[in-house]
């Protein structure tokens, strides 16, 4: 027999809908969860959600600072199993992060077993690890249980969990945060907990305090694992103005035996001279064992040949020992070095934006960050009080009851005794409301003592007195700022410069170079002398030998340049397309062989020509010259280039190119030029601009053909050239006046005895 029943169709269900539409709407809901419910902290709390269900976990299963230690699966299990309903090893990592004195300021876990450390290894399974809440921990859940906050229903509608924690520990700030939302992030540093809660009595006392007053207080940050902030202070106030901003972080070089007052420089005096540096402290989240292996390979590659060895002697604190290349290695330059090349410097970056009550993201500069949070602090104040009150009321009615059954006890104990309905004759006879009348039938005989009258009258009293302290403190918003100040100054003490968990551990001064770091300071100075040949073959030979000597080359090679420099020097390699590339002297290959390619070395084009090579000098000038006669003079400064691709200094014309690079000397006051028809003009250098880049202006004007040669000299000692043949004598012109004009003229025919290549 066929049934009735049909199976719906499937289609039915499909919503006919754009789909960019369907798919923004949903990427929005993710995306809103994920910012509200799971990266960023809440401002009252400093809590995200996975942290203030691990510890309110603990809280349920009574796992305080005085108790017995619990295994962390048990923990673990609880917060997914009951409040968060996710991975639990995603859950047990936030535990460990928790309980880490090198990654939170105030750990809130206190853990038992392995829980990670520094040089980055991972914390044991969840089976092998116990863990109870810190003192901290209870500080920032303290009055939970009264009234202070909103408990919401879990994700199954089973349990209840609190909205935020209502405790006075300032968490947010002295714990910091960092999280990934979707579009927009969090990122927190901590902070000294006595420099907040300073700050925050001043914004109590003066809401109006500028922000320049607040951070007299509240310095900067102050890591877990200590180390240096060396930005200036107006930085610094600069960055949390806005809530937006980076910190400079550096490691610690101390050897931890410099007393009180004593520069900690770190240097280590062992004998005979010789010294060492020592790493006490490493910046934030900066894992030691990649520190280490950062310092390993660069003296394995070579890249800080200033430094011999480094030693891991840590143990329970972190002692990394730096052995330099010999004990005239200068300290400061090591560790500038180390500091440049590695992550012993690193930046932090401030980006102060969180949850404020109404759960609304927002970046907030420190004022008003601390503004909010008072604020939140008083409603939980205000909060505490009516719920306070509402205890007093009921415990009066009660004891209003009580003290009416001691004054009428026998004849209460009648009407318990003789009537079917003793609440209600009760209630009519004295005038009891229900509560005090069931109270009453439920008292224990015990209690009806003529001691106890007295007892009751007492707490009666008690309570009408702190009961108009509070209706005082509810009614006066001056009053309530005073209670919180009171409050914060007696959480304060836990957290005092002289306690061990409250001295400031990160030490704020801007740093002062003391010296200049450069890779080529660390390059040891020695005299070679270069060779490039016509093929672009490079080679440095040890000393300043004769740039004319007997060099070998490849067959059909030949020399065509040759300069004496330092291993320190850089090479300035001017090609005919205009553009200069700079080559590190300590780089060449020696000249036992041919040397290396230079195109091997530098991105050259392989049409391009080589038409100098000079050893740059700070404050050298150069005459650059193009070959349709236009020119200008370069400075030093201009022509390196950062990267093998070179620069481009003097921009050129199809059929035109870079056809001379000349030395100016000091005592070089003018410029001479000859073109292929044989015409010399000369005019003043200053004629000439000094230019980083460009075609430069008209040296001489021809009309056909273009330019020669081109050459600077002293207008003292004459224009001087070579004499042909093997003879190697020069010819000097003293009197050059025929040939002195402005700059771009034709010119005339040059002195007798000119070389007939019209070279100078």
């Not at 907990?193 to 607040?214: C, F, G, K, M, Y």
């Not at 004990?327 to 992550?343: A, H």
């Not at 209600?424 to 009453?440: H, K, N, P, S």
């Amino acid at each position: 027999m066929q049934s009735d029943t049909t199976e719906p169709d499937p289609f039915d269900a499909i919503v006919d809908a754009p789909f960019d539409a369907a798919l923004s709407e949903r990427y929005l809901v993710y995306a809103l969860s994920t910012i509200t419910a799971r990266s960023l902290p809440d401002l009252r709390d400093g809590l995200k959600p996975v942290h203030r269900r691990l510890l309110w976990a603990m809280r349920q299963l009574k796992l305080d600072a005085n108790s017995a230690y619990k295994k962390s699966a048990r923990v673990v299990g609880d917060v997914i199993g009951k409040y968060h309903p996710h991975g639990d090893q995603s859950v047990y990592d936030a535990m460990v992060r928790l309980a880490q004195d090198f990654s939170l300021r105030y750990p809130l876990v206190q853990g038992q077993g392995n829980f990670g450390n520094i040089d980055g290894d991972n914390a044991a399974a969840y089976r092998y690890t116990e863990a109870r809440l810190t003192k901290t921990a209870i500080q920032l859940m303290a009055g939970l249980d009264e009234g202070t906050v909103k408990f919401h229903p879990t994700y199954n509608g089973e349990d209840e969990e609190p909205e935020i924690f209502p405790g006075l520990f300032p968490n947010l700030l002295a714990n910091g945060a960092t999280g990934i939302a979707v579009g927009m992030a969090t990122s927190i540093p901590s902070h000294n907990a006595a420099e907040v809660i300073d700050a925050t009595l001043l914004l109590i006392d003066n809401p109006h305090a500028q922000h320049s007053e607040l951070m007299q207080h509240f310095k900067g940050p102050d890591f877990a694992t200590g180390g240096l902030v060396v930005d200036s202070a107006e930085a610094i106030s600069v960055a949390y103005e806005s809530g937006k901003g980076s910190f400079r972080v550096r490691g610690r070089f101390s050897t931890g035996r410099e007393g009180e007052g004593w520069e900690q420089t770190g240097i280590e005096k062992l004998g005979g001279g010789q010294w060492q540096l020592v790493i006490s402290e490493i910046p934030y989240m900066l894992p030691k064992g990649k520190l280490i292996e950062q310092i390993a390979s660069l003296v394995a590659d070579k890249k800080l040949p200033i430094l011999e060895d480094v030693r891991d002697e840590s143990d329970e604190d972190i002692r990394l020992v730096l052995v330099p290349k010999s004990r005239n290695v200068d300290p400061g330059l090591l560790k500038e070095s180390i500091y440049r090349l590695t992550d012993l410097e690193n930046r932090f970056t401030l980006n102060l934006n969180v949850l404020d009550a109404g759960r609304t993201p927002m970046v907030m500069g420190i004022k008003e960050l601390l503004t909010h949070w008072v604020a939140s602090q008083i409603d939980i104040l205000k909060r505490r009080t009516e719920h306070r009150l509402e205890k007093i009321a009921s415990r009066l009615e009660l004891l209003d009851g009580y003290i009416i059954a001691f004054l009428n006890l026998d004849r209460i104990i009648e009407i318990i005794r003789t009537e079917d309905e003793p609440k209600v004759v009760m209630m009519a006879e004295f005038g009891l409301t229900d509560r005090q009348a069931e109270a009453i039938l439920n008292m224990r005989l015990r209690s009806l003592r003529k001691l106890e009258e007295m007892e009751l009258r007492q707490e009666h009293d008690k309570l009408l007195v702190e009961q108009e302290e509070l209706e005082k403190l509810l009614a006066s918003p001056a009053r309530q700022r005073t209670r919180l100040k009171r409050d914060l100054k007696e959480i304060r003490k836990d957290y005092a410069e002289d306690t061990e968990l409250g001295r400031r551990r990160t030490t704020i001064a801007e740093a002062e170079l003391t010296v200049e770091f450069s890779m080529d300071a660390m390059i040891e100075k020695e005299p070679i002398t270069i060779i490039l040949s016509e093929r672009g073959w490079i080679r440095g030979a040890k000393g300043h030998g004769t740039l004319d000597g007997d060099w070998k080359f490849k067959e059909g090679d030949g020399p065509a340049f040759a300069v004496h420099a330092q291993t320190t020097d850089k090479l300035l390699i001017a090609c005919d397309n205009g553009r200069f590339y700079t080559l590190g002297a300590d780089k060449l290959p020696g000249a036992r062989g041919f040397g290396e390619p230079v195109r091997t070395m530098l991105d050259i084009d392989a049409d391009a020509q080589i038409v100098a090579l000079v050893a740059h000098r700070s404050k050298m000038r150069l005459l650059l010259a193009s070959s349709a006669g236009k020119g200008f003079v370069a400075e030093a400064g201009e022509l390196l280039a950062e990267t093998r691709k070179g620069r481009a200094v003097m921009t050129t014309k199809a059929g035109v190119k870079l056809a001379v690079v000349r030395d100016i000397a000091k005592e070089h006051d003018h410029v001479a030029v000859v073109g292929d028809n044989r015409k010399l003009v000369i005019f003043a250098i200053e004629e000439l601009p000094a230019l980083a880049k460009g075609q430069g202006v008209t040296l001489q004007r021809y009309r056909d053909g273009g330019l020669s040669d081109a050459t600077t000299f002293g207008v003292v000692d004459g224009l001087s050239w070579k004499m042909g043949g093997d003879s190697g004598r020069t010819r000097t012109e003293s009197e050059v006046g025929l040939w002195k004009v402005a700059r771009g003229a034709a010119g005339r025919l040059p002195p007798q005895g000119f070389p007939r290549d019209n070279k100078f």
